[in-house]
């Protein structure tokens, strides 16, 4: 089992910048690719941003130049960097991962999701 835990969410003025990290832990073998999703009130979870482990990226249009996702596979760790943050970006952020694990059938590669970090930008 992996556990996922976010931290860093919080208030923010249009144009600030937030930093939301994420620490994955447990038997872990290898994490492939970590992201961040969030969810607003009435919309569906919706993808920010994904990394894989050998440091591709991708982002939804809606925050490219804005955020930057980043990642420490020695730590397990990655981290979401939002800059010149907008009100539409309020919404509750989760962490993702695809990792391998070892269990007593062997290795399994499972998706987890994190608890979420509220991120609430006024204007």
């Known amino acids: 089992q992996v556990h996922l835990v976010e931290s860093g969410g919080g208030l923010a003025q249009a144009g600030g910048s937030l930093r939301l990290s994420c620490t994955a832990s447990?038997?872990?073998?290898?994490?492939?690719?970590m992201g961040w999703y969030r969810q607003a009130p009435g919309k569906q979870r919706e993808l920010v941003a994904f990394i894989t482990s050998g440091g591709s990226t991708n982002y939804a249009d809606s925050v490219k130049g804005r955020f930057t996702i980043s990642r420490d596979n020695a730590k397990n760790t990655a981290s979401l960097q939002m800059n010149s943050l907008k009100p539409e970006d309020t919404a509750v952020y989760y962490c993702?991962?695809?990792?391998?694990?070892?269990?007593?059938?062997?290795?399994?590669?499972?998706?987890?999701w994190g608890q979420g970090t509220q991120v609430t930008v006024s204007s």
């Open positions: 993702n991962a695809d990792a391998a694990t070892v269990q007593a059938i062997g290795i399994m590669t499972s998706n987890y």
């Open positions: 447990g038997i872990i073998l290898r994490i492939n690719t």
